[in-house]
């Protein structure tokens, strides 16, 4: 079953044509990668699907519902989530005052109750805490947990971000370039996080990403993007096999490298 | 109206237009190359025209010399503003940059204030003989002719200045990407300076000029305020283009000219009506839709590796704590009875202002957005109160939850334009506001009494005797305190950190599911109801309410009084709020001082040293002095070898929040 359906979604900014009649979808329990050359629209679609930007043509479907005139906290409540190219914590939150905000902005204690601290309001409160426990132990926040997310290294804070994300429990995770910036050892721990994810929590994932190694080695689906159109989409081996997005993205030194295997 | 008044009028408009285009074009000229929004822009002008005023009225020394001299001293007054209050920002978030201009305006009225006098009349200074030319059916004043050349003049040659010169172009270069600029070899820093060296030029030849004939009357606060007005044309042209900001600067003198005596409007009598135009314009040039002004203002800083406070640690456990906090507030309750009535008043006052601060707090601590209209939300609770018990003669007590509950109400329609303002604009739109309500709301006799005020009759409580100033005093520290218990649950429990998610990445709360709007207006509308409490209680405790209690600094001095503490710390409302009550009693205390300074100038000098401390504190210690001197007095305790014994941190351990390091939003993150 599709989570979520683009359908023929286009968007310009002035003269730029950002999208163009952009269809893909992704299945419950896939994870799915988006990749392109920069500019290509990648990020622009996921700020399409997540409602920061609208699109000027096109629907989208999230879990059987159109979605297409909510707004971006509305879509977070329905259960898509999301991270952002450049990290956007709460910086001068704790790490667990990060993870709490989702539970807390999901909580049906009116304003006035959880001033007043209300009985539900406080059990509301402790279930979020414990919700918010079993993210730290998936991600291992759990040393860093009273710490400012400002404070913590590029890294850490990217890891803050997706616990953030899983922390309100999405069907849906948008992940928008979260290995970047990491070295190897870094990058293979994020993709067993990713992995853990997928099988411990069942999230469907889209995923963006430049490190072609990581895409290849654990999508199940890759959609390719280049000058706001889809590409090519298939299984990672179809679509590192495929000659237009060797020349349009992977780049010489991948297509050798793609044709390794071909010819053994 | 005839043909001829209505010609005159559309003139006089077409004139006073054109004098806030100069102001616009000054704001832009800053706002484009360096993105500060300079608030103090019409505050540098003023202070120009009275140093002009100052040689050719005082001194008798030639007109054009003086205004040479005038505008030699705003240019130097701009570099400097930018030299040693703007540069050591590099890197701060658009809004700290903000703060300091409102430090400057209020450091810079006050000077003129004590130099010149502060509401004397001052005959403004005449750059052309008396006269008119006589067109059929109209003649125009001839200083209103040197105002139009003089405009128009600088209109184009600043347009080619930015098309031609070589600075001009590095002004360009600078504005669209500083750091590629500087790599460029474009010395970015003498960029910045001669932006604002001009930009202080324009103001003082437009506050020269608007001073002429008393168009706009020669004090510190009409000129300053001008830039409202200013305002509103560089935000029609997006604070970027300077011919859309002169044409909506002229539209708009025009239609303040000319629209009081249209008939139909000139019944209705409506004073502060210009200021209500330009409020419509600002709301409008912010509120259409996906406008790319509002992208320009509301553009989300990178995340900032500015440094945190270490949270500071506090040696106490929570029962030490709370029996401190019992022990203090049971002391607080007594003091009154050990000092006298007067003794007892300056108390209770004290407890008024700190409630009024802890409203503040919700919004610009832990929301992180300004407001400078909370002075205004203060005095319409107490003239509302007042109202309602002189016109349907209701209780005090049934009046005080009236006026809290339309604070609210006040709260939430403020804040709806907030849904989609924030940062900068908004810092725009609470000013209007501000002087929405000082021309408008407060001078509707129905509601504040008039010019001699309302009288507010001491509430009473049976058994209590609440004439006295020592008990009275015990209602408002029962109300203090529950508004304490209030703020310290909205910042500890879960609201709060909706609240601080907003501040921190408002993108990032959207994303997280936080209703990002409903959560502001909340905030907004629980800190106008808390403001609207203290100006009822501060009516009970005066048994008087009056415009001269709301001065239009008040805000401006509430909202650097806060920032100076530290914009999140409780025991920083109570320490400022001490410092508004107490300070010019002190400063009239000083022996030499009363000597020199009158009554009035002595007034002056609390937004001078709150303006001026707002400038040092921003650039020396951003967290707030509370919380770094916490830290301080922590780091020092640390050091001393009994430390761990006599561990008392005076920070507050959720004061770790940057002050009014706002970040400010993206809708979108652009093309990717």
């Given at each position: 079953m599709a989570v979520l359906e683009v359908s023929g979604v286009s968007l310009a900014f002035g003269g730029l044509q950002a999208l163009k009649d952009v269809n893909c979808h992704v299945n419950a329990g896939e994870l799915v990668g988006l990749i392109g050359p920069n500019g290509a629209g990648k990020t622009t679609l996921f700020n399409v699907v997540s409602g920061f930007l609208s699109p000027d043509q096109g629907s989208l479907r999230f879990a059987g519902r159109e979605i297409g005139g909510l707004a971006p906290d509305e879509r977070a409540r329905l259960g898509i989530a999301r991270t952002f190219q450049a990290v956007r914590v709460f910086h001068s939150l704790t790490v667990e005052e990060n993870l709490l905000v989702p539970q807390d902005a999901r909580d049906p204690a009116s304003f006035a109750a959880s001033i007043l601290r209300m009985p539900w309001a406080l059990v509301q409160e402790r279930k979020s805490r414990e919700q918010v426990r079993g993210i730290v132990h998936l991600l291992d926040l759990g040393s860093v947990l009273d710490r400012p997310a400002g404070d913590l290294p590029l890294g850490l804070r990217r890891k803050v971000e997706l616990g953030r994300a899983l922390a309100s429990k999405p069907e849906l995770l948008l992940l928008d370039e979260s290995a970047s910036g990491m070295d190897t050892r870094e990058t293979q721990s994020f993709a067993a996080d990713l992995l853990r994810i997928r099988d411990l929590l069942g999230t469907t994932i889209l995923l963006i990403e430049h490190d072609v190694a990581l895409v290849m080695g654990i999508c199940d689906y890759l959609y390719v993007l280049n000058f706001g159109e889809i590409m090519a989409e298939g299984r990672p081996a179809d679509v590192r096999a495929d000659p237009r997005v060797v020349e349009a993205y992977l780049g010489v030194e991948a297509a050798e490298e793609a044709n390794v295997p071909a010819r053994a | 109206m005839n043909t001829g008044l209505f010609l005159s009028l559309t003139i006089l408009g077409i004139v006073n237009g054109a004098m806030y285009a100069l102001g616009a074009m000054g704001i832009v000229l800053v706002y484009k190359t360096t993105r500060v929004l300079n608030f103090a822009h019409g505050a540098i002008g003023m202070a120009a025209t009275f140093v002009a005023y100052q040689f050719a009225n005082l001194w008798h020394v030639n007109v054009m010399i003086s205004v040479l001299i005038a505008v030699a001293f705003s240019v130097l007054l701009g570099g400097v503003v930018e030299r040693f209050t703007i540069r050591p920002l590099e890197g701060r978030p658009p809004l700290v940059k903000v703060v300091v201009t409102l430090g400057w305006l209020l450091v810079l009225t006050s000077i003129v204030g004590i130099i010149w006098g502060a509401s004397a009349y001052h005959l403004p200074v005449q750059l052309v003989p008396n006269g008119t030319v006589r067109f059929p059916g109209v003649s125009?004043?001839?200083?209103?002719?040197?105002?139009?050349?003089?405009?128009?003049?600088?209109?184009?040659?600043?347009?080619?200045?930015?098309?031609?010169?070589?600075?001009?172009?590095?002004?360009?270069?600078?504005?669209?990407?500083?750091?590629?600029?500087?790599?460029?070899?474009?010395?970015?820093?003498?960029?910045?300076?001669a932006a604002w060296a001009m930009g202080s030029g324009l103001a003082a030849i437009a506050g020269i000029l608007l001073s002429q004939k008393g168009k706009v009357p020669l004090d510190t606060y009409s000129l300053t305020l001008v830039v409202i007005f200013s305002f509103a044309a560089a935000l029609s042209g997006g604070l970027v283009s300077l011919p859309k900001a002169f044409a909506a600067a002229i539209a708009l003198g025009v239609v303040q000219s000319v629209a009081p005596s249209l008939p139909g409007i000139k019944q209705l009598n409506i004073m502060g009506l210009a200021d209500l135009l330009a409020l419509g314009v600002i709301l409008f040039a912010l509120l259409r839709p996906r406008s790319a002004l509002v992208r320009a203002v509301s553009r989300e800083a990178p995340e900032s590796a500015g440094a945190r406070p270490a949270r500071p640690a506090s040696g106490r456990s929570p029962a030490a704590r709370r029996a401190a906090v019992v022990a203090g507030i049971a002391l607080a309750a007594v003091l009154p009875f050990a000092l006298n009535e007067y003794g007892a008043y300056t108390l209770s006052q004290i407890l008024v202002f700190a409630i009024a601060l802890l409203g503040m707090t919700l919004i610009t601590g832990l929301l992180g957005q300004p407001s400078l209209m909370h002075a205004e939300l203060m005095g319409f609770g107490g003239f509302l109160a007042g109202a309602l018990i002189a016109h349907s003669g209701i209780g005090f007590w049934v009046a005080l939850?009236?006026?809290?509950?339309?604070?609210?109400?006040?709260?939430?329609?403020?804040?709806?334009?907030?849904?989609?303002?924030?940062?900068?604009?908004?810092?725009?739109?609470?000013?209007?506001?501000?002087?929405?309500?000082?021309?408008?709301?407060?001078?509707?006799?129905?509601?504040?009494?008039?010019?001699?005020?309302?009288?507010?009759?001491?509430?009473?409580?049976?058994?209590?005797?609440?004439?006295?100033?020592?008990?009275?005093?015990?209602?408002?520290?029962?109300?203090?305190?529950?508004?304490?218990?209030?703020?310290?649950?909205?910042?500890?429990?879960?609201?709060?950190?909706?609240?601080?998610?907003?501040?921190?990445?408002?993108?990032?709360?959207?994303?997280?599911?936080?209703?990002?709007?409903?959560?502001?207006?909340?905030g907004f509308s629980l800190a106008s109801a808390i403001a609207a409490l203290a100006g009822a209680l501060g009516a009970g405790l005066d048994q008087t309410v009056t415009i001269q209690q709301y001065p239009w600094t008040k805000s401006l001095v509430l909202l650097a009084i806060l920032t100076i503490m530290g914009s999140s710390s409780i025991q920083g409302t109570i320490y400022g709020a001490a410092f508004i009550v107490l300070s010019p009693q002190v400063l009239e205390g000083i022996p030499g001082l009363s000597f020199f300074l009158g009554k009035e100038d002595l007034r002056q000098l609390v937004p001078l040293i709150s303006g001026g401390a707002l400038v040092l504190q921003t650039i020396l210690a951003p967290q707030g002095l509370v919380p770094t001197v916490g830290a301080a007095l922590a780091g020092a305790r640390a050091r001393w070898p009994l430390g761990s014994l006599t561990h008392r941190g005076i920070a507050n351990p959720a004061d770790r929040g940057p002050q009014l390091e706002f970040e400010l939003e993206a809708a979108a993150e652009g093309v990717s």
């Open positions: - | 125009i004043d001839y200083a209103e002719i040197i105002d139009l050349v003089v405009a128009g003049l600088l209109t184009v040659g600043l347009a080619s200045f930015f098309r031609r010169a070589q600075l001009g172009v590095a002004m360009r270069a600078v504005a669209d990407d500083p750091s590629t600029a500087r790599i460029l070899g474009i010395k970015v820093d003498r960029v910045n300076a939850p009236l006026s809290v509950a339309a604070g609210y109400l006040l709260g939430m329609l403020v804040g709806l334009p907030a849904l989609r303002i924030r940062g900068l604009a908004l810092a725009v739109v609470t000013l209007a506001i501000a002087r929405v309500f000082d021309q408008f709301v407060f001078t509707l006799n129905w509601f504040s009494g008039g010019v001699g005020g309302r009288r507010v009759d001491r509430p009473s409580i049976p058994g209590l005797n609440l004439a006295s100033d020592r008990v009275y005093f015990q209602v408002l520290l029962v109300a203090f305190v529950g508004v304490v218990m209030v703020v310290l649950s909205v910042r500890r429990g879960r609201i709060g950190r909706m609240f601080q998610s907003i501040r921190d990445a408002e993108s990032g709360a959207a994303a997280s599911g936080v209703a990002v709007t409903r959560a502001k207006l909340f």
